[in-house]
């Protein structure tokens, strides 16, 4: 069974808004006359490995927060059509492998992670919040790279202490 609709089509070629008459299947029928392609262009899209570490050193990622982060990154990366390749939950850092188009740079998709992770971690864990006075669980600073590989301990380590000595947390107590 088909149904006759007008719709509006916009040419790439003419950029002209023009009306045509497009035949639109309504029944079980389809799958005899459409051709499924995949959604996704995975020779055009791009990984990325990303890491996060917690604002505060005494915030660590265990128990229930760190058993509610993959379902929460899970979430996201579905929300906003983005491919999670790995996760990484630990004490001390956030880890995960993202599959997502070229077009989409770095900084939108951490910001984003960060801001969504941060909301649901504020209100979930209220404690948290008030130890925290921003409104970004995360510390300042993340470590972006392409690649699907997590990053070798080293690196994570090295990163961590950077990270907390930009911060100030190898100053010197005065008595």
């Given amino acids: 069974m088909s149904l006759n609709h007008e719709v509006s089509v916009q040419s790439s070629t003419a950029q002209m808004m023009k009306k045509e008459q497009v035949n639109v ?25 990303c890491l996060v570490i917690p604002r505060f050193g005494s915030h660590y990622l265990i128990g229930d ?32 492998g993202i599959h997502i188009s070229p077009v989409i740079p770095p900084i939108y998709f951490m910001r984003t992670i960060r801001q969504q992770t941060s909301l649901q971690i504020f209100s979930d864990f209220p404690r948290i919040k008030r130890e925290n006075l921003s409104n970004d669980f995360w510390a300042i600073g993340y ?7 997590p990053y070798p301990p080293g690196v994570i380590q090295k990163f961590i202490q950077q990270i907390r000595k930009q911060q100030g947390g190898n100053y010197i107590k005065r008595e």
Avoid: H, M
């Fill in 65 to 96: 927060l760190a058993s509610r982060l993959p379902d929460w990154i899970q979430q996201i990366c579905i929300s906003f059509g983005w491919q999670l390749d790995f996760l990484v939950v630990d004490r001390e850092y956030l880890e995960w």
């Fill in 25 to 49: 299947l309504t029944d079980s029928s389809i799958n005899d006359y459409a051709i499924f392609e995949p959604v996704t262009s995975d020779s055009y899209d791009i990984s990325y490995t």
């Fill in 143 to 149: 470590l972006v790279t392409t690649g699907k590989l």
